[in-house]
């Protein structure tokens, strides 16, 4: 099934057939990423699947979450656990190389999680 969608929006049944597509994906990730064994990839797993919930919730608030994005400023509900979740698993991954301060300043920055660095 294709999806196209109103460049306005993403009608319920759009929604739903997208998240019923995701949590497949996801559980062929998961199968894919186990056999080859690699444990931080399997990680990512985890990552998709809490996306997963969160953009489930949305839809049931009627939040259109195809277009929610640093992008569009459009954001989904999420409860403060479920940020840990994530933290945690971006911890798993790559936690070790985010210790250095170099390269946790250039993550939160691309992120948007911190002020641009003043120009000289």
Do not use: W
């Not at 994906?25 to 996306?51: D, K, V």
């Not at 953009?55 to 656990?81: K, L, Q, W």
């Not at 210790?99 to 691309?110: E, H, I, K, T, V």
Request: aromatic share 10%; net charge negative; glycine share 8%.
């Amino acid at each position: 099934m294709t999806l196209r969608g109103d460049p306005n929006g993403y009608t319920k049944e759009e929604r739903e057939a997208m998240l019923e597509m995701m949590r497949a994906t996801s559980e062929n990730f998961y199968f894919q990423a186990f056999r080859i064994g690699c444990h931080p990839f399997i990680e990512f797993c985890g990552l998709m699947n809490e996306y997963i919930k969160i953009c489930a919730r949305a839809h049931e608030n009627g939040i259109d979450f195809p277009h929610a994005s640093a992008h569009s400023g459009i954001a989904v509900p999420m409860e403060t656990y479920e940020a840990a979740y994530l933290g945690e698993k971006l911890g798993c991954i790559y936690g070790p190389s985010l210790q250095d301060p170099a390269n946790l300043l250039a993550f939160m920055r691309a992120a948007g999680l911190t002020q641009p660095e003043p120009k000289p």
